[in-house]
């Protein structure tokens, strides 16, 4: 693919990283093989994510949607390179943000704007994940790098059973093995390259208790297990500890949120090398007003949640345990989901 994504980061102070969305931009090339496929950036401050540093005024140069090298300020440049002066900029990474429901054309453009060119879908309602996904990939697009997901391997389907005609056979729920595998494999057919299913019940709506339990072991073992006879791993929204713990044990790829894990499911986790991705801003739209969770209910939830979810994270890092960042919205300043 011949795509180079790099991002420019404005006003990078070395002490601050935290503050590294929102304020990047990225610069997409998207060229054919017969275009030149060969740039150096000049005049650019490097913070390559490896060393707790920036490089000053170095030059990179990038073939084929590769960081070939990186060289200082005035190395010769070969006149195969295109210059793109960056005017004493910040280069960084591209970002990734493993839990979004980016679902819409505009959205995926914020989101690289933003900075971030990789993001792993945690659901949509219609495999908008999947088209993004496409058109990205053939360069008709310019949005981040998509690995899609589907639709949520969830109990009730709800409208998002008109999502694919196969489904029919869901209307009333998605409980048995047989059910399990049939969305499973709907989603895998439909292009997912990872499957997305509930360990426990909603935060973000005031009648769900997000600590309860929804799939079972078995349940999410079956998940699994279809998911990996094609190579799929499987992300496990989970705040409870009990269903977190089942996800671990069936062997999910990664907990979302987490809020409630106890030390027992964080040493399960660290020996089993499975990731957390905490979401953790979104819990804080709980608590405050206006946004998509308004109302006392989910305020006083948010307050709760708040400090516990703080606590995870913390003990998850000081024992090791890989950690992802997610922001679990579709990239629309006011939308999101818990
Ligand atoms: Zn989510």
């Given at each position: 693919?011949?795509?180079?994504?790099?991002?420019?980061?404005?006003?990078?102070l070395p002490s601050t990283l935290?503050?590294?969305?929102?304020?990047?931009?990225?610069?997409?090339?998207?060229?054919?093989?017969?275009?030149?496929?060969?740039?150096?950036?000049?005049?650019?401050?490097?913070?390559?994510?490896?060393?707790?540093?920036?490089?000053?005024d170095v030059v990179v140069f990038?073939?084929?949607?590769?960081?070939?090298?990186?060289?200082?300020?005035?190395?010769?440049?070969?006149?195969?390179?295109?210059?793109?002066?960056?005017?004493?900029?910040?280069?960084?990474?591209?970002?990734?943000?493993?839990?979004?429901?980016?679902?819409?054309?505009?959205?995926?453009?914020?989101?690289?704007?933003?900075?971030?060119?990789?993001?792993?879908?945690?659901?949509?309602?219609?495999?908008?994940?999947?088209?993004?996904?496409?058109?990205?990939?053939?360069?008709?697009?310019?949005?981040?790098?998509?690995?899609?997901?589907?639709?949520?391997?969830?109990?009730?389907?709800?409208?998002?059973?008109?999502?694919?005609?196969?489904?029919?056979?869901?209307?009333?729920?998605?409980?048995?093995?047989?059910?399990?595998?049939?969305?499973?494999?709907?989603?895998?057919?439909?292009?997912?390259?990872?499957?997305?299913?509930?360990?426990?019940?909603?935060?973000?709506?005031?009648?769900?208790?997000?600590?309860?339990?929804?799939?079972?072991?078995?349940?999410?073992?079956?998940?699994?297990?279809?998911?990996?006879?094609?190579?799929?791993?499987?992300?496990?929204?989970?705040?409870?500890?009990?269903?977190?713990?089942?996800?671990?044990?069936?062997?999910?790829?990664?907990?979302?949120?987490?809020?409630?894990?106890?030390?027992?499911?964080?040493?399960?986790?660290?020996?089993?090398?499975?990731?957390?991705?905490?979401?953790?801003?979104?819990?804080?739209?709980?608590?405050?007003?206006?946004?998509?969770?308004?109302?006392?209910?989910?305020?006083?939830?948010?307050?709760?949640?708040?400090?516990?979810?703080?606590?995870?994270?913390?003990?998850?890092?000081?024992?090791?345990?890989?950690?992802?960042?997610?922001?679990?919205?579709?990239?629309?300043?006011?939308?999101?989901?818990?």
């Amino acid at each position: 693919m011949n795509r180079t994504f790099l991002s420019f980061y404005r006003t990078l102070l070395p002490s601050t990283l935290r503050v590294l969305s929102g304020v990047c931009f990225a610069i997409i090339f998207a060229t054919a093989q017969e275009q030149i496929p060969y740039y150096a950036f000049t005049n650019v401050h490097l913070f390559d994510g490896v060393e707790n540093a920036i490089k000053k005024d170095v030059v990179v140069f990038v073939a084929n949607g590769k960081i070939e090298r990186i060289g200082k300020k005035g190395n010769p440049i070969p006149r195969l390179y295109q210059v793109i002066d960056c005017e004493g900029k910040y280069l960084i990474p591209g970002l990734m943000d493993v839990h979004t429901h980016l679902d819409n054309l505009a959205a995926a453009r914020r989101a690289l704007e933003t900075g971030v060119t990789t993001v792993r879908s945690a659901s949509v309602p219609a495999f908008q994940d999947v088209a993004l996904a496409n058109l990205v990939k053939t360069g008709q697009l310019a949005g981040p790098d998509m690995i899609p997901c589907g639709i949520y391997v969830t109990p009730k389907l709800g409208e998002t059973i008109l999502a694919d005609t196969r489904l029919a056979p869901l209307l009333s729920g998605v409980q048995t093995d047989d059910e399990l595998r049939l969305l499973v494999n709907v989603n895998i057919d439909r292009g997912a390259k990872v499957i997305k299913t509930r360990g426990t019940e909603r935060a973000g709506l005031p009648d769900t208790d997000p600590r309860q339990q929804t799939y079972t072991l078995a349940q999410l073992r079956v998940i699994v297990e279809e998911a990996a006879k094609r190579n799929v791993p499987v992300m496990v929204h989970a705040h409870g500890d009990e269903g977190a713990w089942a996800a671990v044990l069936a062997g999910a790829r990664s907990i979302e949120h987490g809020t409630f894990l106890t030390e027992e499911t964080l040493q399960l986790m660290k020996e089993r090398s499975t990731y957390l991705v905490p979401t953790f801003s979104t819990l804080e739209d709980l608590t405050l007003p206006g946004g998509d969770y308004d109302g006392p209910v989910l305020h006083l939830r948010g307050k709760f949640m708040m400090p516990m979810a703080e606590k995870v994270i913390k003990r998850a890092h000081s024992l090791g345990i890989r950690i992802a960042t997610g922001v679990d919205n579709n990239t629309h300043p006011t939308a999101r989901r818990a």
